[in-house]
């Protein structure tokens, strides 16, 4: 029987809907899922970014402080405390949120999220410049910042947005270690600019571009990571004395101990002329009594300090009661300072050496009469692997470390720190030393890879004159980088 038209119509429309619906429900799905992967790829994306300038600014905050630690070499840290104006906020509201962990960073979480790191000038205009790595003042005069308030920039071409750069930079600042026991007792009032114990804290802020997020009220448009080190300027070899002897034994390296009586060693009114310092006190040797007895009668005068004649002390249990000093009675520690310092001197030389006007590495110059980070100033740190010979005037300032034999004929006039570690030898019988400063013989032999004190030998003659300078002496210490003590990540946890 055939089928009405009417019905053929109704079936065929029926059919078309169902159709219909079926295809928006295939696209409304398509469509979600087309979302979830938009949503998908962006959210990756932004962790790909995130972790990516998280590790940028880990390096960045690294750099930073390796760049301080190299920075460090040479200044004071009450210098670096201060700023480069020399002057700080004295209210009792300053100095007590300087005391906090919070200060130890140059500025909070929030600003540095927020810097224009291309252009940053503006968020840190109002920043104090307490703490910025700097030479000092002088006189009045601010002194140079060595890493600036607006930190150091590390740009480069972005590979995902030809034509754009990934930025990145390092924010540095020193603060003391306010509160703990050593500075205490050191600094009992506490003073967050005054360093008493030889301890601060050198704080790095990590800051590179990543994509901004604004999460309600809060913006990012920064990774930031900081990182925290420790450091201690030691203080091992600030002198007492300008001659400091250190050995199993006091031998002569010429003819005598000492030769002639125009020789000139001056401790001053509080200090000794000669300091010695036994690593064995249970044996029979006593290097203090063995410098005494070759003083001949007409040469003790030549000898003098704190009132005694001959001016000799021994200053080991001295030494045994600070931590810093304390070291000297250590000969690891000796043998490896004097092996590594060729590492952060300005000039390091293997083998024997002979220096003649015509022919010397730069000794540096240091005035003694001017501040020690006078723009004037430029003493070198020297390191010398081997015996030094002189023939002729020389001069020099700074640091000089000798693991040989120092000797020769003519004149070496030098201001600062003399440490001769290892063969522990000096002639000054024919060649006359002006030094201001301090000079240090350590002894100590390596055998077996075992190092242990040997005997020192000395001959002190001619027209040769130490004085003790104690500036002089800490000017060389602080050529001497810092030792890093720790290193820590800091969060918003770790950091009350």
């Known amino acids: 029987m055939p089928v009405p038209f009417c019905v053929l119509v109704r079936r065929r429309g029926s059919q078309r809907g169902f159709a219909s619906l079926i295809a928006l429900a295939a696209l409304s799905i398509f469509g979600l899922l087309a979302l979830y992967m938009a949503l998908g790829a962006a959210t990756e994306l932004r962790l790909a970014d995130n972790f990516e300038a998280h590790t940028q600014a880990t390096y960045a905050a690294l750099a930073g402080l390796n760049h301080a630690r190299v920075a460090l070499r040479g200044v004071d840290p009450d210098d670096l405390l201060e700023g480069p104006d020399g002057t700080h906020d004295a209210s009792p509201a300053y100095l007590a949120r300087a005391r906090t962990f919070g200060f130890r960073s140059l500025m909070d979480w929030t600003a540095a999220r927020l810097l224009d790191l291309a252009d940053p000038s503006v968020d840190v205009r109002d920043l104090p410049d307490d703490g910025l790595v700097n030479t000092g003042s002088v006189g009045g005069t601010p002194g140079k910042v060595l890493i600036p308030v607006t930190g150091v920039l590390y740009a480069g071409m972005n590979p995902y947005d030809p034509g754009t750069q990934l930025l990145a930079r390092y924010f540095v600042k020193v603060t003391d270690n306010s509160g703990e026991a050593s500075e205490l007792a050191a600094d009992p009032a506490d003073d967050p600019f005054l360093d008493g114990d030889g301890t601060f804290i050198v704080r790095s802020i990590g800051v590179s571009q990543t994509i901004r997020e604004n999460t309600g009220n809060t913006i990012r448009a920064n990774s930031v990571v900081v990182y925290e080190g420790r450091y201690r300027q030691r203080r091992t070899f600030d002198l007492d004395a300008p001659l400091v002897l250190q050995g199993t034994a006091v031998l002569p390296a010429s003819t005598a101990l000492f030769a002639g009586n125009t020789f000139a060693i001056a ?101 003694w009469a001017k501040p020690y980070n006078d723009p004037a100033q430029n003493p070198k740190v020297v390191a010398v692997d081997g015996d030094v010979a002189i023939d002729g005037s020389l001069s020099g300032g700074g640091l000089l470390v000798i693991r040989g034999k120092l000797s020769g004929r003519g004149a070496l006039s030098y201001t600062g720190l003399i440490l001769l570690i290892g063969a522990g030898e000096v002639d000054l019988q024919q060649l006359n030393l002006g030094l201001r400063g301090g000079m240090y013989l350590g002894g100590v032999s390596v055998a077996g890879g075992i190092a242990s004190f040997s005997p020192v030998k000395i001959t002190v003659g001619g027209g040769s004159t130490l004085t003790l300078d104690r500036q002089a002496i800490r000017m060389g210490v602080r050529l001497i980088p810092p030792s890093q003590l720790g290193i820590r990540e800091v969060n918003g946890v770790m950091d009350p």
């Open 267 to 367: 401790g001053g009114p509080t200090n000794p002329g000669i300091a010695t310092v036994d690593p064995d006190t249970t044996d029979a040797s006593i290097p203090g009594d063995q410098v005494i007895s070759a003083l001949a009668p007409d040469q003790r005068g030549s000898v003098q300090g704190l009132g005694l004649s001959p001016s000799v002390m021994d200053v080991t249990a001295s030494l045994r009661a600070e931590t810093d000093k304390g070291l000297v009675l250590d000969p690891v520690y000796l043998d490896g300072f004097a092996r590594t310092a060729p590492q952060f001197a300005d000039t390091a030389l293997a083998g024997n050496q002979s220096w003649s006007p015509a022919a010397v590495p730069d000794l540096g110059s240091y005035d």
